[in-house]
């Protein structure tokens, strides 16, 4: 069977759907030796991709059987057998994405229609299938959870020297909370800086409130917006860009990892958290399985608990680090590989029977 893999997502550096293709697309390949794949020869992929590898430079050539591809939207005039869906935030937070309101409704579809049209679906989380069956009138059996793997460079444990120059410099001699963000209305700031209010007003001990700097290089106006109006506020500090060392200094010796987002995508920085033997403050419970503090994302008191709950218990705290140590067991590249290699195997076995009845 010959199969093409579409990865335009990935040569164009999206970030759930790079780290995804990287990892797992030369593991598929050496675990299907079976199989012939058609790559192009654009590829970002490792070009030491040989054996039963092909690559092409212009689209439909390699007469592929079928196309694995790495996102919906991107498809050479067919629907392929297998795609990826690692993230629907465009759908999820649709008011706040002008652009895509702008495309004519044809094109608006073409997503709906390219998920529907294919085999199979892979998806990296159960809350992602979850937000996919909600909105797109799709089989919920079409769609494979086949789980995530962890950062290509991991964030490690900081040393007690680190963790207190860090907490000086950082933390202006107090411990300090840290929240990732990419600058999207997912990252649920605007509720995290109301629950930091209510935190302060409940424990005494001044915890700081370090906010990540967004990709994008600004957070939204309804998060500055927020900062401004929040009782905290002095206590409160976006940081600037920093260099890839300090930011893994400062995750590393923070109180905490507040992680209240609403984005569909895979929530790395709990990984990271649990690498890092840091506790972390995230909302889907199927990924934390008691190695994080759960919260409701839309619930501004339940998060405030979480954040009160580690800093005033602190065995809580050691407990939810270990169970995290743990937890990251459950997180390899090799085993989604093979979840999705099953995938194809399935599709190619079906289209094989197909084409013998005909």
């Given at each position: 069977m010959r199969i093409e893999i579409e990865t335009t997502a990935l040569d164009l550096k999206w970030p759930a759907e790079s780290l995804f293709g990287q990892c797992v697309i030369p593991l598929i390949i050496k675990s299907m030796k079976g199989h012939t794949f058609i790559l192009h020869g654009e590829s970002s992929l490792p070009k030491q991709l040989t054996g039963n590898v092909e690559y092409i430079y212009n689209p439909g050539d390699g007469e592929p059987d079928f196309c694995f591809s790495l996102c919906p939207l991107y498809r050479y005039g067919r629907n392929p057998g297998v795609t990826s869906v690692l993230d629907i935030?465009?759908?999820?937070?649709?008011?706040?994405?002008?652009?895509?309101q702008r495309l004519p409704p044809d094109s608006r579809e073409y997503y709906s229609e390219t998920l529907k049209g294919t085999a199979s679906i892979v998806v990296s989380h159960s809350a992602l299938k979850e937000e996919i069956l909600k909105f797109y009138d799709i089989e919920s059996d079409k769609i494979k959870v086949v789980g995530y793997g962890p950062?290509?460079?991991?964030?490690?444990?900081a040393d007690e020297v680190t963790r207190r120059i860090t907490k000086e410099v950082y933390g202006k001699e107090n411990s300090f909370f840290f929240a990732p963000?990419?600058?999207?209305?997912?990252?649920?700031l605007e509720r995290l800086f109301a629950a930091y209010d209510r935190f302060r007003q409940r424990v005494p001990e001044p915890v700081r409130l370090l906010v990540a700097q967004p990709e994008t290089g600004k957070h939204l106006k309804a998060v500055r917006r927020a900062h401004r109006q929040a009782k905290y506020r002095k206590d409160i500090e976006f940081l600037p860009r920093l260099s890839d060392h300090e930011y893994r200094k400062i995750f590393s010796?923070?109180?905490?990892?507040?992680?209240?987002?609403?984005?569909?995508?895979?929530?790395?920085?709990?990984?990271?958290?649990?690498t890092a033997e840091v506790p972390v403050v995230y909302t889907d419970n199927d990924i934390l399985r008691g190695a994080g503090a759960l919260v409701q994302g839309e619930d501004i008191n339940s998060i405030a608990e979480g954040m009160v709950s580690l800093v005033t218990t602190p065995f809580l705290a050691s407990g939810l680090v270990e169970n995290g140590k743990r937890r990251l067991q459950d997180f390899s590249w090799e085993a989604v590989a093979e979840k999705v290699a099953e995938v194809l195997r399935s599709v190619t076995d079906q289209s094989s029977s197909r084409s013998s009845e005909q």
């Open positions: 935030d465009f759908k999820k937070f649709f008011q706040k994405k002008r652009w895509w950062p290509e460079a991991p964030v490690y444990p963000a990419i600058g999207h209305t997912s990252d649920n010796s923070a109180r905490a990892i507040l992680y209240p987002s609403l984005s569909t995508r895979f929530p790395l920085p709990v990984l990271d958290a649990w």
